[in-house]
């Protein structure tokens, strides 16, 4: 038990490092809201190493905290609308034992602009976001497998760690 305290706070504290590091990362896009995701990879890595209910804790805290110190109240709904959403995504999918974690990590990064995008229509009355749909589904695709492939490569140094 101690051990997993010790590894939440450690990677609670990993992805506001890496929220932090994403609001000085330029928009190389010149497309509102679309960042690489680094916090995403914390959460593929405890949900790989630990379970469903820890990188949903960890997502959530990091969402919350990281949103108090960097954002607003609006980039917290935002928020935890696509994190939850991808987390619920990548959790069932990976149940199923038939998708390799680039794929899991690819759905991941696609849904959470998903929910983000739902999100703003509902919030904005307006519909009409949909156009930006395939931009945002073209950066979930791109993002996620960055993250996908970074956390792949995590993972394999992480396989003698026991987390849980």
Do not use: C, D, W
């Not at 609001?23 to 679309?34: E, Q, R, S």
């Not at 609006?74 to 999918?93: Q, R």
Request: hydrophobic share 60%; aromatic share 10%; proline share 1%.
């Amino acid at each position: 038990m101690k051990n997993k305290v010790a590894y939440f706070g450690v990677f609670v504290a990993l992805a506001l490092i890496f929220s932090y590091v994403e609001t000085l990362i330029p928009v190389i896009i010149a497309v509102p809201g679309v960042k690489l995701g680094l916090t995403n990879l914390i959460v593929v890595v405890v949900l790989y190493k630990m379970n469903f209910k820890s990188a949903a804790l960890i997502s959530i805290t990091r969402i919350l905290l990281s949103g108090f110190l960097f954002a607003n109240m609006a980039s917290i709904m935002y928020s935890l609308a696509g994190g939850m959403l991808s987390l619920i995504v990548m959790s069932v999918l990976k149940r199923t034992n038939a998708f390799h974690l680039i794929s899991i990590s690819i759905a991941g990064g696609v849904s959470h602009n998903i929910g983000q995008l739902i999100v703003a229509m509902l919030v904005l009355k307006t519909y009409s976001l949909i156009y930006y749909f395939s931009v945002l589904m073209i950066a979930g695709l791109v993002t996620g497998a960055i993250i996908g492939i970074v956390a792949n490569e995590m993972l394999k140094r992480l396989t003698n760690i026991n987390m849980k």
